[in-house]
């Protein structure tokens, strides 16, 4: 799922993620860190699962 906000605001993906429970994938610049606490809003606590990108090739 793509959605497009302009910048990249926690608040944003707590919008776009209210209801929503599971994993999501995220970078880790720690905007997302509050979607996975117990005081979360809209949802059991989030899974994040974080880049999985090899850089070491």
């Known amino acids: 799922m793509f959605h497009y906000r302009p910048g990249c605001k926690g608040e944003f ?5 209210d209801g929503v429970n ?14 996975a606490t117990p005081e979360r809003v809209g949802g059991d606590p989030l899974q994040c699962a ?3 990108a090899d850089r070491a090739n």
């Open 13 to 17: 993906a707590a919008e776009i993620l």
């Open 22 to 35: 599971g994993t999501i994938q995220v970078d880790a610049t720690g905007v997302y860190s509050h979607l």
């Open 50 to 52: 974080f880049c999985w």
